[in-house]
């Protein structure tokens, strides 16, 4: 059975730092594509960052500078770094692994960014 669980979420303040981390099980992450998705409320979610199975790793505009995007293959777990956080982070965070037509997903993690 797949499982990817996301941690790390949580309230921060503008200008702050958090880590995400999606904890895979049942699936090896080096050989997926691995990404970092965000839902806000009223928008589409959208891809923000992606490691690929060789270690490439690509941004959104949006979050390019300030997120950074990693992977621990010996435990088998993506991070992502999130600094300068802005109010329009704020948005539910799911990661997802992908190879070819199987794809998978956690169940997301709440990032709020306020004062």
């Known amino acids: 059975q797949v499982q990817l669980v996301e941690s790390g979420g949580g309230l921060v303040q503008p200008g702050g730092s958090l880590r995400l981390s999606c904890a895979a099980s049942g699936i090896t992450i080096s050989i997926h594509t691995m990404g970092w998705y965000r839902q806000a409320p009223g928008k589409q979610r959208e891809l923000i960052a992606a490691i690929t199975s060789g270690g490439s790793t690509n941004y959104a505009d949006s979050v390019k500078g300030r997120f950074t995007v990693s992977r621990d293959i010996g435990k088998n777990t993506m991070y992502l770094q999130m600094n300068s956080l802005k109010g329009e982070d704020t948005a539910i965070y799911s990661c997802?692994?992908?190879?070819?037509?199987?794809?998978?997903w956690g169940q997301g993690t709440q990032v709020t960014v306020s004062s």
């Open positions: 997802a692994a992908k190879r070819f037509a199987y794809e998978y």
